[in-house]
């Protein structure tokens, strides 16, 4: 994490991966809270909304949590070991975890399944970085130094010239 | 090689460069001697010499950027890791509790697993014993590993994330961070995460979840 583009507001590498894992854990559950609260409250018959809206939060919630979890840590330990095998970072880090973490998480589908989806998740992961690596370069030209206005001041020959 | 990095090469350096500035100063003219400025009696220069209030001598120094980030309630910075506030605490205690009871139910479920592996087939008309075949076994192991795991999992991560939640929420309120907080967000989540099953249940989970808070409490304190 010595690179002058290393991101100082996170921990470094093999102690963040708890810290993702918590993060998505805790994204997944109150997100599939509000989801399946509303689900649940739509689809229960009248009188029986509220109940309805919580057995599906109950039920269905920590599910969704651990699934965002388990995505998540598993993306921030394979990009923690790409960073400590190819000793930089670069956006083919992520592109290269997620591909890891698609297979990873379809090795019971088989085969031609766990290629499927690794390269839907690298192709994922590589849209997400490109629209981040876009952003990124708006922002420094919509904040680039703007040159020194020249002094108006007819005769005076600048320093220099 | 860092320009006013370590002063180790320039020392090593200082000689072979001296020697070789002597030989222009012996082989000149001897008329040329007394006006000659002789190159080999300036001193070598050495950085850590020259400034010696700037400290080059030293290796690279690390900025603390987050240092003034950390978290700023009264009795935090016991923990075992520094904290950043209560997203820290939220994510490195749900992620904790988290990882841990997938592991813990996975091991649950390779044991049943393990107990449950399919028996072998008996032909009926040779008699012959037909053992399950490997990828069968696996598939047993797998599911049951896949059932536990997250399952427990996922309780535990709900109980971290309730615990958290209600733990930042009475440090904020409070305005300090200490163990009667933590006994009393450990009884609440407890309460919470058994709220629909009954007061028995219910009261059950609060005790043991105040216990697990206890216990944790004393741990940070006996690492400290």
Redesign the interface.
């Known amino acids: 994490m010595s690179t002058p583009e290393a991101d100082h507001s996170r921990d470094p590498c093999p102690i963040v991966i708890l810290n993702d894992f918590g993060g998505a854990y805790a994204m997944g559950v109150i997100g599939g809270s509000i989801w399946h609260g509303i689900k649940g409250f739509r689809n229960s018959p009248y009188g029986e909304r509220r109940i309805g809206a919580l057995a599906a939060i109950k039920a269905r919630a920590p599910v969704v949590g651990g699934n965002f979890g388990v995505w998540g840590g598993l993306f921030s330990f394979y990009d923690c070991s790409i960073k400590a095998i190819r000793k930089r970072e670069d956006a083919w880090n992520a592109i290269m975890a997620g591909f890891c973490v698609g297979g990873s998480l379809a090795v019971r589908g088989g085969r031609k399944h766990m290629l499927n989806s690794a390269i839907t998740c690298a192709i994922f992961l590589g849209i997400l970085e490109g629209v981040g690596m876009m952003f990124q370069r708006y922002m420094a030209y919509a904040n680039k130094p703007v040159p020194m206005p020249v002094p108006d001041q007819g005769g005076a020959t600048p320093l220099g010239a | 090689m860092w320009l006013f990095g370590g002063s180790t090469k320039k020392e090593e350096t200082a000689p072979a460069a001296s020697a070789a500035a002597d030989v222009p100063a012996t082989a000149a003219p001897a008329a040329y001697d007394d006006t000659q400025l002789n190159i080999s009696a300036f001193p070598v220069f050495d950085a850590s010499k020259l400034h010696p209030l700037a400290g080059l001598d030293k290796d690279l120094e690390y900025l603390d950027?987050?240092e003034e980030?950390l978290n700023t309630v009264e009795g935090t910075g016991n923990g075992i890791?520094p904290s950043?506030g209560w997203?820290?605490d939220?994510?490195?205690?749900?992620?904790?509790l988290?990882?841990s009871g997938l592991g813990l139910g996975g091991l649950v479920g390779l044991n049943e697993g393990l107990k449950h592996l399919p028996q072998g087939s008996v032909d009926p008309v040779t008699g012959a014993v037909k053992a399950a075949p490997f990828k069968l076994k696996l598939n047993t192991v797998?599911n049951q590993v896949t059932k536990h795991g997250?399952h427990v999992?996922?309780?535990a991560?709900?109980l971290?994330?309730l615990y958290n939640i209600i733990d930042s929420s009475l440090d904020a309120y409070r305005g300090r961070h200490d163990d009667l907080n933590s006994l009393a967000s450990g009884a609440l989540a407890g309460a919470i995460f058994k709220s629909?099953s009954g007061p028995k249940a219910m009261a059950y989970s609060t005790g043991l979840m105040t216990v697990a808070a206890a216990a944790w409490c004393g741990f940070k304190r006996m690492l400290n």
Not at chain 2, 90 to 96: E, N, R, S
């Open positions: 950027l987050d980030k890791l950043r997203t820290d939220l994510c490195y205690g749900t992620g904790t988290y990882v797998l997250p999992g996922n309780s991560g709900v971290g994330l629909t």
